[in-house]
């Protein structure tokens, strides 16, 4: 048995950083990267990593010390290859993924502009293909389920995967994203239902529920289903929401090189904390070091902590019962 399944998307990651750009501002005031139109742009440095929020999840729970499995869809080319090669070298099984010959790996550029935060260019492949009758029942032997944000054909998937969840007494832990989000809280509701961990961000809460404060928001999100509920906040910190209670997490200041996989980092931490000690403080804290680890660096699995390398920084860190 797997003490957790991650059920997500894979991708080639290409990361740039362009010599030069311009800075437009739209309609809503916000910051837009600009390159001419038949333009040629210099890049300063490229990198080549493996993402997207199912791989990155299952690599940050491997290290933390769990047995785990990947469930996504991938082709059989050299970029699929890559990825599994990877995931396998971690100590992942894939014996889970659904490999087509017509199916297409995911591929991002991460557009890492000088002083912003990065902007990334998505082609999802197949990572939206995933059906119920491509997955093996038998294998699906397993304490925690990690979902991470799935579309189209796969959202269809993790509902009949919440469904079969419950069924066998499997717990789930649900990773937004604003694609996700933006969809509404009733097209998620048969999966919320179902969670027990959920976790999104600030921008992802406020599209569910409305702009609103913490307390109303883990109230209204609460009534979903979900027991357990973490907002991220960027560099305004944390809040988990547990049993009628708030808590509030202050991040350190550290050296932001790129911030892509962060949140798959303060996630799947999140959910590791819980799952070792079942104490909310100590999963917030675990959380927040690990995904200040990431950010330090380009990609989004090379600097994840191993369990005693995460524990080790969260000695002086303190969380604020808020109510």
């Given at each position: 048995m ?5 059920v997500g998307?894979s991708?080639i990651?290409?990361y ?6 311009q ?7 916000k ?15 490229i990198?080549f990593?493996?993402?997207g929020?199912g791989t990155?999840?299952?690599?940050s ?19 699929s290859n890559a990825i599994l ?10 014996s ?10 995911g ?6 502009d000088k002083?912003?935060d ?21 294998k699906?032997k ?8 799935m579309?189209?054909e796969?959202?269809k998937?993790?509902?009949r995967?919440?469904?079969?969840a419950?069924q ?6 649900f990773v937004?994203?604003p694609?996700?989000?933006e969809?509404g809280?009733?097209?998620?509701k048969n999966i ?6 959920l976790?999104?961000?600030?921008e992802?809460?406020?599209l569910?529920?409305?702009e609103?404060?913490?307390a109303?928001?883990f109230h ?9 509920i ?9 809040y ?5 209670c708030?808590y ?11 911030t892509?996989g962060a949140?798959d980092a303060f996630?799947s ?19 927040m ?8 660096h380009?990609g ?11 524990s080790?920084?969260i000695?002086?860190?303190a969380i604020?019962?808020?109510?």
């Open positions: 797997y003490d957790i399944i991650c998307s991708t990651d290409l740039i950083k362009p010599e030069s750009s800075v437009l501002y739209d309609k809503s005031n910051e837009c990267i600009s390159f001419p139109v038949g333009g040629k742009i210099l890049l300063e440095e990198e990593s493996t993402g929020g990155n999840a299952a690599v729970l491997t290290r933390l010390g769990f047995n785990v499995a990947y469930l996504g869809k991938m082709g059989l080319d050299d970029y090669q990877n995931l396998s070298k971690e100590g992942i099984d894939t889970l993924v659904s490999l087509k010959k017509s199916a297409k790996v591929f991002s550029v991460v557009i890492d002083g912003r990065r902007t990334i260019l998505s082609f999802r492949g197949s990572n939206g293909d995933l059906r119920w009758d491509e997955i093996s029942k038998n699906l397993t304490k925690w389920f990690y979902f991470s944000s579309m189209k796969s959202f998937t993790l509902i995967l919440s469904e079969y419950e066998k007494n499997i717990q789930i832990a937004l994203s694609f996700l989000a969809q809280i009733k097209k998620l919320l239902k179902r969670v027990s961990v976790v999104l961000n600030k992802e809460a406020g569910l529920v409305g609103k404060d913490y109303s928001q209204d999100l609460a009534k979903a289903g979900p027991t357990t973490a907002i991220t906040d960027g560099a305004k910190g944390a988990v929401f547990n049993d009628g708030i509030y997490g202050k991040p350190r200041r550290v050296k932001i090189v790129e892509t949140g996630a931490t999140f959910l590791a904390g819980l799952m070792k000690k079942n104490d909310i403080s100590f999963a917030l804290k675990l959380a070091a690990n995904a200040e680890s990431v950010i330090g380009h989004a699995k090379e600097k994840l902590l191993t369990f005693k390398e995460a080790k920084k000695s002086r860190r604020k019962f808020v109510q």
